[in-house]
């Protein structure tokens, strides 16, 4: 059912089913995948272990459990982070088609504000014209220091912008790891709060992986991949956005 559900809202989506979290362990190692919908009581063990992989093994992969479970979970805090969205079983296919509509929307109908960093004026002006050309608001700075300013708390970050951009190095000693832990930490804004896209040309594996524990969304590569990059942009607004959305409707 619910694959026939994913096929009506977007007709070309692959999708892979599974029945238990070994099976979903063994094809997460094998394949990529861009959304995981997963149940919490499976016949060989709890869904939440599939989270606690994904966030452990792969970039901010988003994993959505669908559950009659949910409401206990939730008072007792058992789901916690790993998490990024979920949805109640007693809400029926109906409630699943809205939620999953949501989730699903064309790329194209997908637009948003950024915080862009980068301390190159010739680098910046190409990369605006780009987002801009795909219905993306771009605010460009120089420095972390800059945009710091533009953020001075949690509320003014989420209601101005949807996506952090910044390269990793930056003018006086700067990095992108000086804006990401603020936001992090200071600010308190988690990533699905506020996605943050990091651009690098540091191609060591370990390095990449520590800057995705400290808090970053995705990376992309330089040179930079334009198609790549419109889509990992479009990819993180769309969750975030969607996040705010069903949290307005909920207060």
Known sequence: MTEKLVKKIKPYTDVIAVSSVAEALEHLKEHRVDLILTALRLKDDDGTKICAYVRENHHYLPVIV?????????????????????????AGQKGLEIFLSGLLQPEDQ??????????SAVVAHATKKLL?????????????????????????????????????????????????KYVRSE?????????????????????QKKI????????IGKPVNQEALV?????????TQFHRAKTAQAD
Do not use: W
């Open 132 to 180: 801009q050309n795909h219905n993306l608001d771009i605010t460009h700075t120089l420095s972390v220091t800059d945009a710091k300013a533009l953020i001075p708390d949690a509320e003014s970050a989420a209601e101005q912008f949807d996506l952090v951009l910044t390269d990793y190095y930056l003018k006086n000693n700067e990095t992108a790891m000086d804006i990401l």
């Open 231 to 239: 889509k990992k942009i479009k990819f993180q607004i769309r969750f």
């Open 212 to 219: 995705l524990q400290s808090g970053a969304n995705d990376l």
């Open 110 to 119: 997908i637009n948003g504000k950024i915080l862009y960093i980068e301390d």
């Open 66 to 90: 669908v559950s009659g479970d949910v409401d206990n979970r939730l008072k007792e805090r058992l789901l916690g982070s790993d998490v990024t969205d979920y949805m109640d079983k007693a």
């Open 187 to 207: 600010l308190g804004l988690d990533k699905i709060d506020m996605p943050f896209v990091i651009m690098t040309g540091d191609e060591n594996t370990e390095n």
